[in-house]
């Protein structure tokens, strides 16, 4: 998949010519396939075939009074394509009989020779879940973020002979990334990041310990998902965010750590992350102790002698293959 910043065009435009009661314009970036549908706000709104669809629309364009004068950008946008299918997401805030509304709009789109074209469009407006479900749920990622950080690690963080396995992740050249990119794309690169490692850690049953900026502290009770979570996370951030790529730094290592107050402490801590420091972007680095419980079970790189800051003597490494 790819950003598709054409249908964030062809979004803005058909909602520009329904201010200015353009009925053609809007109709022409519908799909005369059969299929296409058009669900609207209201629960009779359930338009199937392009007929159906235009003879109903010039008439709801003619009534609406929502002119150009009012027609604001939407503040939430997304947009990917795949091939000769994409789709754009918008949510936006609309003023109606002195009420702000929160109005929320996805296009699927078929490319049609030269053209992207409509071939599903659904509206809805944005309700709390108290309303229609008669309930409080969980809404947010920061309550759910707040939630786990707030947690202390659990007793699986811990093998049974009290040995744990810890991984740090880290962003290499982070501070120049940031500063090539502004600091609003640099924070959605991030949250893009974060939901990705946070993702996998909870898939191979690890502990988010801590975040640290751009990267993470983790906790596995055992060698084996540990590995296999690095794996998981520099192939899901493999694709890079908004075609750019995001070299991120693993290292691994197990051993006999302290954990108090929700984190842990101690020597293999301080090891693991020297280990991710000495890493290269997009690179995942074990120590020999990793290597030796692992047996085998991953493909593993020549071994690399590190002096690693703060530890004396060489220590050994290898990198861990994921392509």
Not at 61 to 70: A, P
Not at 147 to 163: F, K, M, N, Y
Not at 249 to 271: K, L, M, Q, S, Y
Request: net charge negative; proline share 2%.
């Amino acid at each position: 998949m790819e950003p598709a910043p054409e249908l964030v065009a062809i979004l803005d435009r058909v909602f520009e010519s329904w201010s200015r009661h353009d009925a053609d314009a809007v109709l022409d970036a519908i799909s005369r396939h059969a299929g296409s549908l058009v669900i609207g706000f209201d629960e009779r709104e359930w338009w199937e075939g392009y007929d159906t669809i235009a003879a109903i629309m010039r008439v709801q364009i003619l009534e609406s009074d929502w002119v150009e004068s009012e027609h604001k950008p939407f503040d939430r946008v997304v947009a990917w394509k795949e091939g000769t299918v994409g789709w754009v997401s918008a949510q936006g805030q609309t003023h109606l009989d002195t009420k702000q509304y929160t109005h929320r709009f996805t296009f699927v789109l078929h490319q049609e020779g030269a053209y992207w074209r409509i071939v599903t469009w659904n509206a809805s407006l944005a309700v709390s879940n108290e309303d229609a479900l008669g309930r409080t749920m969980t809404t947010s990622l920061d309550d759910l973020l707040i939630d786990v950080h707030d947690e202390l690690p659990p007793a699986t963080a811990t093998a049974s002979d009290g040995s744990v396995t810890i991984v740090f992740t880290d962003v290499e050249g982070s501070t120049e990334l940031m500063e090539s990119l502004g600091e609003e794309c640099w924070l959605e690169l991030l949250a893009w990041h974060d939901a990705a490692v946070r993702q996998q850690t909870a898939v191979f049953g690890g502990t988010v310990v801590k975040g640290q900026g751009d990267g993470f502290m983790l906790a596995f009770p055992a060698v084996g998902p540990a590995a296999a979570c690095a794996v998981a996370i520099q192939r899901a951030l493999s694709g890079g965010w908004a075609g750019l790529t995001v070299p991120v730094r693993i290292g691994i290592h197990n051993g006999n750590a302290t954990a108090e107050g929700g984190d842990f402490f101690g020597r293999t801590v301080v090891v693991a992350a020297r280990i991710a420091s000495a890493a290269a972007g997009q690179e995942i680095l074990v120590s020999q102790t990793v290597q030796e419980a692992l047996g085998g079970a991953f493909t593993l790189g020549e071994v690399k002698s590190l002096s690693l800051k703060g530890l004396a003597g060489q220590h050994t490494a290898l990198a861990l293959a994921w392509r």
